[in-house]
């Protein structure tokens, strides 16, 4: 079974000197993500959604879905997802604020997990077109 991840930005990102915009920051953020033991397998196209709450607060996010393989459990995996949101630029900051890189866990193979810094399947995910239509383009049986 596939680990699904999604990837949101409406922001450049700095990585490593070069401003990227968020196409070239996701490309990236993969292949960071493969150098520590995440491979993708499949990547949906790009898909634009506006912002939220409010669309004229902010620049409309890029986003996708790519399901990957990894031998990470799922909270490695998302110490690992933080650490490559961190080295794209992305501070904390308050709650729906722009961003250089968003990436979140939406299934990790089939299982249900609730703990305090993660729950499983994403509990947003299915209130999210911007989500739900990258990953029907990559895994249309989920």
């Known amino acids: 079974?596939?680990?699904?991840?999604?990837l949101g930005a409406n922001q450049k990102a700095l990585f490593e000197g070069e401003v990227l915009l968020p196409a070239q920051t996701?490309?990236?953020?993969?292949?960071?993500?493969?150098?520590?033991?995440?491979r993708q397998r499949k990547v949906s196209a790009l898909w634009q959604s506006p912002a939220w709450p409010?669309?004229?607060?902010q620049n409309p996010y890029t986003n996708a879905v790519i399901s990957v393989t990894?031998?990470?459990a799922p909270a490695e995996l998302l110490q690992a997802l933080k650490t490559c949101e961190q080295a794209f630029g992305r501070k904390q900051m308050r709650k729906n604020a722009s961003r250089p890189l968003d990436l979140d866990i939406l299934d990790y193979?089939?299982?249900t997990v609730r703990a305090k810094a993660l729950t499983l399947p994403h509990p947003r995910m299915l209130d999210r077109p911007f989500v739900l239509f990258p990953l029907y383009e990559i895994a249309p049986d989920w």
């Not at 409010?54 to 607060?57: E, F, I, R, V, Y």
């Open 1 to 6: 079974m596939d680990i699904f991840i999604a």
């Open 26 to 38: 996701f490309d990236r953020a993969i292949i960071w993500l493969a150098g520590h033991k995440i």
């Open 54 to 57: 409010d669309p004229k607060a």
């Open 70 to 72: 990894t031998s990470l």
């Open 109 to 111: 193979q089939g299982k």
